[in-house]
């Protein structure tokens, strides 16, 4: 073990920190789902650590499909994402987290993607886009290949809307290709599985690592990024030929 790091030295704690988790499984609760199971393997962790953690699976709430705010004023009679959005907003980590169905992440969670896309647009109060200050991570499971394509798609659609992206913030396990066991059955090997725990530990202590630190730092510096202020034709020190 390096000099630098002992077992003696003392864990930091994230006490203040609030994650969410988005279960973006095919199953609706009280189905066993595996990416559940590999869910709290990062939650137990972050809660050992001081943060406070929500859970939820998406096909358990009538969230609409769309792109805007709240689908109810577009046609739909009941849109459960303004209430699930509520949840995302008090959270300084959001990990989402589904299965790999095709090569490719579940419909749940592109819908997911898309709601949180549908709300991109509005402001935090110092006039930068909404997920600003927020860290994201992700969690695929599957006995397929594609938890890397998975994962890709994940974290460039969080980066793009806002969210900082610690460093490996992606953790997964798939087993045998092909018709096989999944994550929690019997004999899969992936609760045991060296690979899958270690990315996950990472994954978690990077996540909280970074939503501690733009908490300290009161979130991402404003200057020039602010949408408000673009659209008031300020362009900070961007030659804009538009508003010479």
């Given at each position: 073990?390096?000099?630098h790091?002992?077992?003696?030295?003392?864990?930091?704690?994230?006490?203040?920190?609030?994650?969410?988790?988005?279960?973006?499984?095919?199953?609706?609760?009280?189905?066993?789902?595996?990416?559940?199971?590999?869910?709290?393997?990062?939650?137990?962790?972050?809660?050992?650590?001081?943060?406070?953690?929500?859970?939820?699976?998406?096909?358990?709430?009538?969230?609409?499909?769309?792109?805007?705010?709240?689908?109810?004023?577009?046609?739909?009679?009941?849109?459960?994402?303004?209430?699930?959005?509520?949840?995302?907003?008090a959270?300084?980590?959001?990990?989402?987290?589904?299965?790999i169905?095709?090569?490719?992440?579940?419909?749940?969670?592109?819908?997911?993607?898309?709601?949180?896309?549908?709300?991109?647009?509005?402001?935090?109060?110092?006039?930068?886009?909404?997920?600003?200050?927020?860290?994201?991570?992700?969690?695929?499971?599957?006995?397929?290949?594609?938890?890397?394509?998975?994962?890709?798609?994940?974290?460039?659609?969080?980066?793009?809307?806002?969210?900082?992206?610690?460093?490996?913030?992606?953790?997964?396990?798939?087993?045998?290709?092909?018709?096989?066991?999944?994550?929690?059955?019997?004999?899969?090997?992936?609760?045991?599985?060296?690979?899958t725990?270690?990315?996950?530990?990472?994954?978690?202590?990077?996540?909280?690592?970074?939503?501690?630190?733009?908490?300290?730092?009161?979130?991402?510096?404003?200057y020039?990024?602010?949408?408000?202020?673009?659209?008031?034709?300020?362009?900070?020190?961007?030659?804009?030929?538009?508003?010479?």
């Amino acid at each position: 073990m390096p000099a630098h790091e002992t077992v003696t030295d003392p864990a930091p704690s994230f006490d203040g920190l609030r994650a969410l988790f988005v279960n973006c499984t095919l199953k609706p609760s009280p189905q066993l789902s595996h990416t559940e199971g590999l869910i709290e393997r990062s939650v137990s962790l972050m809660r050992s650590a001081g943060v406070t953690v929500d859970t939820l699976r998406a096909i358990d709430h009538d969230i609409a499909t769309g792109v805007h705010p709240d689908m109810t004023e577009h046609g739909w009679a009941v849109d459960a994402w303004p209430q699930v959005y509520e949840q995302v907003l008090a959270a300084d980590i959001l990990v989402l987290a589904g299965p790999i169905w095709l090569g490719d992440n579940s419909s749940v969670m592109k819908r997911v993607v898309e709601r949180l896309y549908g709300c991109s647009h509005l402001l935090n109060d110092r006039g930068q886009y909404a997920y600003y200050g927020r860290v994201g991570g992700c969690v695929i499971t599957g006995n397929e290949d594609g938890a890397k394509h998975c994962a890709m798609n994940v974290l460039y659609s969080l980066q793009h809307l806002g969210y900082t992206i610690p460093p490996q913030a992606d953790a997964g396990w798939i087993g045998e290709a092909g018709p096989g066991p999944s994550y929690l059955d019997e004999g899969s090997g992936g609760p045991e599985n060296d690979f899958t725990n270690r990315n996950t530990a990472f994954m978690t202590y990077n996540l909280m690592h970074l939503a501690a630190m733009l908490r300290a730092a009161g979130g991402v510096p404003a200057y020039g990024n602010r949408r408000s202020v673009w659209d008031a034709g300020c362009r900070s020190d961007f030659d804009n030929p538009d508003y010479r």
